[in-house]
């Protein structure tokens, strides 16, 4: 039983992975950038429903930092950021609303930092914590309330409980 979970941990990872991926490659134009709305941060709910989500969120965004040509603090930084808010979302899965709050946070007070000393962004770092919490809001607390009302009915289906595995 064990070895099934481990399986099944490590199976809901990758392919949490490879979604965060594949949706940073697939809306390239808008998930890198000073001012982006990364839709693939919608899945950051995903630790509500397993906690193979934290390390499938963490490597999707490394994955695609590395894969979007990202600069070495970004693809460090951005991917912290988005482990932050994943464990934030784990550790406050009781409570839905609260969930979505880690993200945006973890996104806010990072990221305009990456962009200041990874890319020179000259821009005030207040405004950039704007930006950035915009595009979190759109992404996190509006798409991902979205995602997370739609996998409610069939997310303990797709889910399997992992007992033990994390």
Do not use: H
Request: contains cysteine; glycine residues 10%.
């Amino acid at each position: 039983m064990k070895t099934r979970n481990k399986t099944l941990f490590l199976a809901q990872a990758a392919v949490i992975a490879a979604a965060y991926t594949v949706l940073c490659i697939a809306f390239a134009p808008i998930s890198y950038g000073e001012i982006q709305v990364r839709i693939a941060e919608a899945l950051v709910i995903l630790p509500f429903f397993t906690p193979a989500a934290v390390p499938g969120l963490f490597v999707g965004c490394l994955l695609s930092n590395i894969l979007g040509g990202s600069v070495l603090l970004d693809v460090i930084g951005g991917s912290i950021a988005t482990l932050i808010g994943a464990i934030g979302s784990y550790y406050l899965r009781k409570n839905k609303i609260l969930i979505l709050i880690p993200p945006i946070l973890a996104n806010v007070l990072i990221v305009p930092f990456v962009l200041r000393y990874g890319y020179g962004t000259n821009l005030p770092i207040p405004f950039m914590m704007l930006t950035v919490g915009i595009g979190e809001i759109i992404a996190v607390g509006v798409l991902g309330s979205v995602l997370l009302r739609a996998l409610e009915k069939s997310g303990t289906m797709i889910f399997k409980k992992n007992q033990g595995a994390y």
